[in-house]
T-cell receptor, first 112, second 113 residues
Framework: SQTIHQWPATLVQPVGSPLSLECTVE??????LYWYRQAAGRGLQLLFY??????ISSEVPQNLSASRPQDRQFILSSKKLLLSDSGFYLC???????????FGQGTRLTVV | AQTVTQSQPEMSVQEAETVTLSCTYD???????LFWYKQPPSRQMILVIR??????QNATENRFSVNFQKAAKSFSLKISDSQLGDTAMYFC??????????FGTGTRLKVLA
């Protein structure tokens, strides 16, 4: 069966520090991968998605970037965090549209 | 642009009663897929139910069912025999040929004992 691992679960970082959130998927090949951000009490904002190694589509111009160095690995990064980067970050995978997306447990990022 | 709207920010229901959460969407596509997700206090997103737009029959998963009205672009979720464990945020989502799942802003449901 497929599983998704996302870490860390919680992160507190100072303004201006770098960020690296990692997500890996097991049990499937060539998944579509996603990074979403959820602000407190709000919906999910799509940040990046990837349909293959090295293929990254950005949805929102911002302080963040994403990379997919391996088929089942998706990384969210920032060189210098802003206060506005605080939020709940969710990684997800899918293999086809009709199956839906499946989410990791999320990372709560607080920038102080 | 494709959009998903959930007009009920919060709802409550008595345990064992039935509740319906509303969702509307806007698209010019004919083939697409719709989903309801549950996000309990743990914040883990859980897929509850899915519906293919080309299917007229409404999807059902145990106590969860949908009312899919394609012409009206409406996709509501009905929870029967509500349980305390149903307390969560519920998100409606849409996808059509773009790889991108688009989510509504959510409805916070509280089941009252």
């Amino acid at each position: 069966s497929q599983t998704i691992h996302q870490w860390p679960a919680t992160l507190v970082q100072p303004v201006g520090s770098p960020l690296s959130l990692e997500c890996t998927v097991e049990g499937t090949s060539n998944p579509n991968l996603y990074w979403y951000r959820q602000a407190a009490g709000r919906g999910l904002q799509l940040l990046f998605y990837s349909v293959g190694i090295g293929q990254i589509s950005s949805e929102v111009p911002q302080n963040l970037s994403a990379s997919r160095p391996q088929d089942r690995q998706f990384i969210l990064s920032s060189k210098k965090l802003l206060l506005s980067d605080s939020g709940f970050y969710l990684c997800a995978w899918s293999v086809n549209e009709q199956g839906g997306a499946f989410f990791g447990q999320g990372t709560r990022l607080t920038v102080v | 642009a494709q959009t998903v709207t959930q007009s009920q920010p919060e709802m409550s229901v008595q345990e064992a009663e039935t509740v319906t959460l509303s969702c509307t969407y806007d698209t010019s596509e004919n083939n697409y897929y719709l989903f309801w997700y549950k996000q309990p206090p743990s914040r883990q997103m859980i897929l509850v139910i899915r519906q293919e737009a080309y299917k007229q029959q409404n999807a059902t998963e145990n106590r969860f069912s949908v009312n899919f009205q394609k012409a009206a672009k409406s996709f509501s979720l009905k929870i029967s025999d509500s349980q305390l464990g149903d307390t969560a945020m519920y998100f409606c989502a849409f996808i059509s040929g773009t790889y991108k799942y688009i989510f509504g802003t959510g409805t916070r449901l509280k089941v009252l004992a």
